[in-house]
């Protein structure tokens, strides 16, 4: 029942402010007074982001900015309208194998981003509606557990990319890679064809991060440990090439954002929607299931970053709804992918110290700039000492510790945590999510089931036996009275107090009934108070 405690805690708190909320909103960092802090945060967030929105928009089948821009308009736009403190929006992996079959389904990718934004509206009809109120439904244990899981996915899948092989895109989640792989032959295909100067870049680029983390030299916000690791592996790699060693690394193995040689070329890099396919069935269906799947991942990172937030702040789903809604119809319409809350950059973004969303913001005009000013210098970038910067993310999401705390909880948290984190790593996100979830519910359920739904308020030995309902009786509750009431011998009293109860399953009603005309046949003194039971079907 603490799961269900803590979702209405949570509801209430929804619907009113604390107290004590006007003396100690002063204590909460602003956008005004932690610049010293989300300014470098966003610096690493555009770093983590920038090859993972290309990445995206290669296993999507969609042109490579497409992915850049559903970047920016996830950091600004959504960064401005939405309520959370750290989230970071953008192109999700978790959306790859939709976008990829949409675009195969309408025919083009203009059809496809009209899908895009439909699904936008979609999502703010959801907002509407107060939809976002699922995201209080997750239990605790599930949401741990999926962090666990995108920490250790972070390292497997980027420990290829620290070596030098970088056949699969970056930001791929799912244990079959399209390159048809799985998450662990791809590790041994990888140990198997190292890159000597990646597996330099990567192991500079780690221990510089583990530097400046255990040393004095965090305090040094204006150069944060993840971009000293990017210029080091960008200074690495210049010195291969320079030396003319067989190290150096291609242009497969650097970061490949799209060059414009002039502003017309640049501004082909964005594409109007297909307006007539509007018009079109299927392009409904598309957008439908783009919308509902991107509110659920969405609705999952804003709890999961949530949790990560050292300020306990609880951020508003329905307005993240909204926010998402508007960021997706203006992505659809300029040309860029769909887009979510997506855990990595937030983690990404909570490690590197933002405080605000301020954070978020900069990255995605941060991702603006360098497009239109210095494309060919973001192509020097290693992918190695990226992927440095999403391994230690990933230990820090996966550290030993949190395994120790949920087994502490006792196994009916571990249990769907751990489960949670093995769905997760062998199939995606919102599969192993889903999983998960059923595996916390069956808990739920099996104590409704197990635990009486009443509380015996006579003394022992009683001639009179006094029994008093809860205030919520469910039907699952139904096994503990008709347990209860199966009991009863010839001759015994019995008094059902069901005053104080707020709501009462109909079946519950329906069982007391049917045992009120057996009572009368077996003997038994039934007197049931507070309660208006139904009247006997009718004879056939």
Not at 273 to 302: C, I, K, M, Y
Not at 359 to 370: K, W
Request: with cysteine; hydrophobic share 50%.
């Amino acid at each position: 029942m603490n799961w269900l405690d803590s979702v209405v805690k949570r509801l209430s708190q929804a619907q009113r402010k604390p107290a004590t909320a006007a003396a100690s909103v002063s204590r909460l960092p602003t956008m005004a007074n932690s610049v010293r802090e989300d300014a470098p945060a966003s610096m690493v967030v555009f770093l983590v982001a920038l090859p993972l929105c290309l990445g995206i928009a290669l296993a999507s089948g969609a042109p490579l900015f497409s992915g850049v821009i559903a970047g920016i308009v996830g950091g600004i736009v959504v960064g401005l309208l939405s309520g959370s403190h750290l989230m970071v929006s953008g192109p999700a992996a978790g959306l790859t194998a939709i976008v990829v079959s949409a675009i195969a389904t309408l025919g083009s990718f203009p059809a496809f981003l009209m899908a895009v934004v439909i699904a936008g509206l979609v999502q703010v009809a959801l907002a509407g509606l107060r939809a976002g109120v699922i995201g209080y439904y997750f239990p605790s244990s599930v949401i741990r557990g999926m962090l666990a899981a995108i920490g250790l996915i972070l390292i497997l899948k980027q420990v290829p990319h620290a070596v030098g092989w970088d056949k699969d895109f970056e930001g791929d989640e799912s244990f079959v890679q399209p390159d048809g792989d799985t998450t662990f032959t791809a590790i041994d295909h990888a140990l198997h064809a190292i890159q000597p100067g990646a597996l330099l870049i990567a192991a500079v680029a780690l221990a510089l991060l583990v530097l400046w983390d255990k040393t004095g030299l965090k305090r040094l916000k204006l150069m944060p440990g993840p971009l000293v690791a990017v210029l080091a592996g960008v200074g690495i790699n210049l010195a291969l090439k320079h030396s003319g060693s067989s190290w150096t690394l291609l242009a497969e193995h650097l970061v490949q954002l799209p060059v414009a040689t002039s502003a017309g070329e640049f501004f082909s890099f964005f594409t109007l929607p297909d307006f007539s396919a509007a018009l079109r069935a299927d392009t409904w269906r598309v957008a439908v299931t783009l919308g509902v799947v991107a509110s659920l991942e969405t609705l999952l990172s804003l709890e999961a970053t949530d949790r990560m937030d050292t300020h306990k702040r609880e951020s508003p789903p329905n307005r993240e709804l909204l926010a998402q809604g508007v960021g997706n119809t203006l992505s659809g319409l300029v040309g860029g992918l769909p887009l979510t809350g997506v855990i990595v950059r937030s983690a990404a973004n909570v490690d590197a110290g933002a405080q605000t969303k301020l954070s978020a913001i900069l990255h995605g005009v941060l991702l603006v700039l360098a497009a239109v000013t210095i494309p060919g210098l973001l192509n020097e970038i290693p992918l190695a000492s990226l992927a440095a910067i999403l391994l230690y993310t990933g230990f820090k999401l996966a550290h030993p510790r949190i395994l120790r705390s949920m087994w502490g909880q006792g196994w009916k948290q571990f249990t769907p945590f751990a489960v949670t984190i093995a769905a997760i790593l062998l199939t995606d996100l919102l599969i192993g999510i889903t999983v998960g979830l059923a595996v916390a519910f069956a808990f739920i359920l099996f104590d409704e089931i197990r635990f009486d739904c009443f509380t015996v308020t006579s003394a022992p030995g009683s001639v009179l036996r006094r029994v008093q309902l809860q205030e919520q009786v469910s039907f699952l509750n139904k096994a503990s009275l008709a347990r209860l009431l199966a009991s009863l011998k010839t001759g015994d009293r019995l008094e059902i107090d069901g005053s104080r109860c707020r709501v009462i399953h109909h079946d519950v009603l329906e069982h007391l009934a049917d045992f009120r005309q057996q009572a009368l046949e077996r003997g038994v003194d039934l007197r049931i108070v507070g309660i208006e039971l139904p009247p006997p079907p009718p004879a056939h």
